[in-house]
């Protein structure tokens, strides 16, 4: 998953950011397992890699404003987004979270 990341990074990946990503990757994992209430399993993995590679990205792409909505300098406004929040939300909404028993 890391090199899939990475790659789709591209040139917004900087060389040194491995473990970044890697810490990113992991907090995401734990999240999306419990968002969906699924075991940590390779399976189960699987099942949410596409939820959390696109939040991954996202946060490794927002770093540096993490707990700001947006930003404005020099007449340019951004705006950001939660992105476990929309992860939280795609998952949810595509099926992939199981009710507890």
């Not at 947006?70 to 992939?96: C, D, H, Q």
Request: proline fraction near 2%; charged fraction near 30%.
């Amino acid at each position: 998953m890391l090199e899939e990341i990475k790659k789709d990074l591209a040139d917004n990946f900087r060389a040194g950011d491995e473990d970044i990503l890697r810490q990113y990757i992991d907090e995401t994992t734990t999240d999306a397992l419990s968002i969906s209430n699924r075991k940590k399993t390779s399976e189960n993995i699987a099942i949410l890699e596409s939820d959390i590679k696109k939040c991954v990205k996202s946060k490794y792409l927002q770093r540096g404003s993490e707990g700001s909505n947006s930003l404005s300098a020099g007449g340019v406004s951004t705006s950001f987004n939660n992105p476990t929040e929309i992860m939280r939300i795609e998952i949810v909404k595509s099926g992939k979270r199981v009710p507890f028993l």
